[in-house]
């Protein structure tokens, strides 16, 4: 299996410009999820997709933040109008059913800044 | 809500020392429970995962962890560190039913020559 792959892998922009991340998750999994890191803390759940359905979001997940997976296999996360605290590094996971719980499985991460 | 808490931010051991890293879990029921690595500028890695089968768990690269109920703990151990060892670590966790983890803070580990 080819891993999770995530484009770009940085980011830079200015304050108010919209951005968009993809993931490609692995191969027939069929649940994918969007986590974001900030420094020195762990990774922080945003939302996560079974097949093309969206399930869950978190709180954490603003109004300007978007998440599509059209048709269940990539996934692109949209954040619009920027801000300075959205610097992170937002990271992919995917899994595929298994029992009552998944293993999930990271791409490397999109880091974003925003100056 | 569940939480997961790891002691320790920094951990350093001498190469060839054991490694302890420590995690706590709350929850009255025990979950499922996960240990990552995270080398600089890369995704996690899953070291190992805790669900349930047995309490103590093998792991890549020589790591385990013990499940221990009465403590609510998923320690993890490698009896001699290896200069490739140094990284940072996560302990999360996940209930049955629900698929988002939660993430400890993390432990960087050191390696000491």
């Known amino acids: 299996d080819t891993g999770v792959s995530q484009d770009p892998r940085h980011k830079i922009t200015k304050r108010g410009q919209n951005v968009t991340f993809r993931c490609d998750p692995i191969s027939e999994h069929n649940r994918l999820y969007w986590y974001r890191q900030t420094l020195g803390q762990g990774p922080e759940f945003l939302t996560y997709?079974?097949?093309?359905?969206?399930?869950?979001k978190s709180r954490l997940l603003s109004d300007r933040f978007s998440a599509e997976r059209p048709k269940g296999s990539f996934s692109t996360l949209e954040i619009q109008r920027t801000e300075q605290g959205d610097s992170a590094m937002y990271l992919c996971?995917?899994?595929?059913?298994?029992?009552?719980?998944?293993?999930?499985?990271f791409g490397p991460g999109t880091r974003l800044t925003v100056l | 809500a569940q939480s997961v808490t790891q002691l320790g931010s920094h951990v350093s051991v001498s190469e060839g020392a054991l490694v302890l890293l420590r995690c706590n879990y709350s929850s009255s029921v025990p979950p499922y429970l996960f240990w990552y690595v995270q080398y600089p500028n890369q995704g996690l890695q899953l070291l190992l995962k805790y669900t349930s089968a047995a309490t103590l768990v093998k792991g890549i690269n020589g790591f385990e962890a013990e499940f221990k109920k009465s403590e609510t703990s998923f320690h993890l151990t490698k009896p001699s560190a290896h200069m490739s060892d140094a990284a940072e670590y996560f302990c999360?966790?996940?209930?049955?039913?629900?698929?988002?983890?939660?993430f400890g803070t993390g432990t960087r580990l050191k390696v000491l020559a």
């Open positions: 996971a995917s899994s595929r059913t298994s029992g009552t719980t998944d293993t999930q499985y």
């Open positions: 999360a966790v996940s209930d049955e039913g629900t698929y988002k983890y939660i």
């Open positions: 997709f079974q097949n093309e359905a969206q399930l869950e």
